[in-house]
C-alpha cells in the first residue's frame, strides 16, 4: 500500500512538473520568442549580421555605403524588400510603391506627420535619436548612401507585433527581414537609366531600337502618323495611351482624351511632338522627366509609355 501510494505521488510531482513546463512555454514572453525565431533564421541562413547595440536587430553591411554621411533629416530615395522570417509573408518587387520611399529618413516607415518639415527642427532630432527600428539601423550602421543593408527586426519593435496582420498576410510575432538600399539623390538618374534597359530587354526588345534623348527619355516610333505635325506646346492633341511601371503593372490609361501638351509632363512634351495624327510612339521615362523624386503614384518611378495621337 506505502509503494502504491509512493507512485501515486511520483506520478503527481511529474504532472505538475509537465504542467509548469507547458505552462512556462505558453507564456514565453515576446523578447523570448523574437530572440529564439532570430537566432534559428540566422543559423538555418548562416548570415554574418551583427547585433545592433541592445535594440533586439540584427544587421548585416551587404554594400558599403559610398554617397554622403545619411541623417535624420535628410530626404532619400530607398529602394527594400520584406519577408517574415518563416516566409509567409514576402514583397519583394522594387518597383512597386510598397516597396519605394522618398522622404525624410526620421520619418521612415509610420512615423507621424510624414514628411513633415517638424523632421528639421533641432527639439524634434533628439526625439528621432532615440527611435528603434530600421531608421536607426540606416543611419548608425549603414551611414553612407549608395549602399544596402539587411536588417533583421523583432516583432516586437514592429506596430503589428503579437498579432500580425492577417488581411495582409501578416502573420503572428512576426519578425521581419528588410534589404534596403540607400541611394543618392545624385546617383537617381544612372539608377533609372539601368533600370530602363533591363525593362527594354525584359520585353524582349533591343536597345538599339531606342533612340535616347539628352534629358534621359528612350523612345521608338512605330507609326510616324501622316497628319499635320505638333508645332506648339499650345497646341490640344485627341490621345489615347497606357502608363506602366517597369514592373509592367498598369498604373494609368485612356482610349481618348484630350490634353493641352503643354499641361503634360516634359516627357510627353518632348516625345509627342515627333510623332503626327495617326502615329504611336512607345517610350520610357526617368521620373525627372515625369513626376520627380516623390511625385506620382510611386516614388521615383521612370515610368513606360505607348501613346497615339489620334487628333491634333
Not at 120 to 131: F, R, V
Not at 291 to 303: H, K, Q, W
Amino acid at each position: 500500500m506505502n509503494l502504491s501510494i509512493r507512485k501515486i505521488s511520483l506520478l503527481s510531482l511529474f504532472g505538475v512538473a509537465l504542467f509548469a513546463a507547458c505552462k512556462k512555454q505558453e507564456y514565453q514572453n515576446i523578447e523570448e520568442l523574437d530572440t529564439a525565431n532570430i537566432e534559428a533564421y540566422i543559423r538555418a541562413n548562416n548570415l554574418q549580421v551583427e547585433p545592433l547595440g541592445n535594440t533586439g536587430m540584427y544587421y548585416q553591411i551587404l554594400e558599403e555605403g559610398t554617397g554622403n554621411d545619411i541623417s535624420y533629416t535628410g530626404q532619400y530615395p530607398l529602394v527594400y524588400t520584406v519577408k517574415s522570417l518563416d516566409g509567409v509573408y514576402s514583397v519583394a518587387d522594387t518597383f512597386a510603391a510598397t516597396n519605394r520611399y522618398f522622404d525624410y529618413l526620421g520619418y521612415f516607415l509610420g512615423a507621424s506627420p510624414q514628411g513633415s518639415s517638424i523632421a528639421s527642427n533641432p527639439n524634434y532630432q533628439g526625439q528621432l535619436e532615440k527611435e528603434e527600428g530600421l531608421k536607426m539601423a540606416i543611419r548608425t550602421a549603414l551611414k553612407k548612401t549608395d549602399g544596402q543593408i539587411r536588417v533583421l527586426i523583432p516583432s516586437r519593435l514592429l506596430s503589428y507585433g503579437r498579432n500580425g496582420v492577417p488581411e495582409q498576410g501578416i502573420p503572428s510575432n512576426a519578425s521581419m527581414e528588410y534589404v534596403i538600399r540607400v541611394i543618392d539623390s545624385a546617383s537617381i538618374p544612372a539608377y533609372e537609366d539601368l533600370s530602363i534597359q533591363k525593362r527594354i530587354e525584359a520585353l524582349g526588345l533591343s536597345s538599339n531600337e531606342y533612340e535616347k534623348t539628352e534629358s534621359g527619355i528612350y523612345y521608338h516610333i512605330n507609326e510616324m502618323g501622316e497628319g499635320d505635325p505638333i508645332l506648339s506646346l499650345d497646341s490640344t492633341l485627341t490621345l489615347s495611351y497606357t502608363a506602366k511601371l517597369l514592373n509592367g503593372a498598369q498604373i494609368d490609361q485612356s482610349d481618348s482624351v484630350n490634353y493641352a501638351l503643354r499641361n503634360l509632363v516634359r516627357s510627353w512634351q518632348e516625345i509627342v511632338p515627333k510623332i503626327r495624327k495617326g502615329g504611336q510612339v512607345h517610350f520610357f521615362s526617368p521620373s525627372s522627366e515625369a513626376y520627380g523624386l516623390g511625385g506620382g503614384a510611386v516614388p521615383f518611378s521612370s515610368l513606360e509609355f505607348d501613346v497615339a495621337v489620334k487628333d491634333n
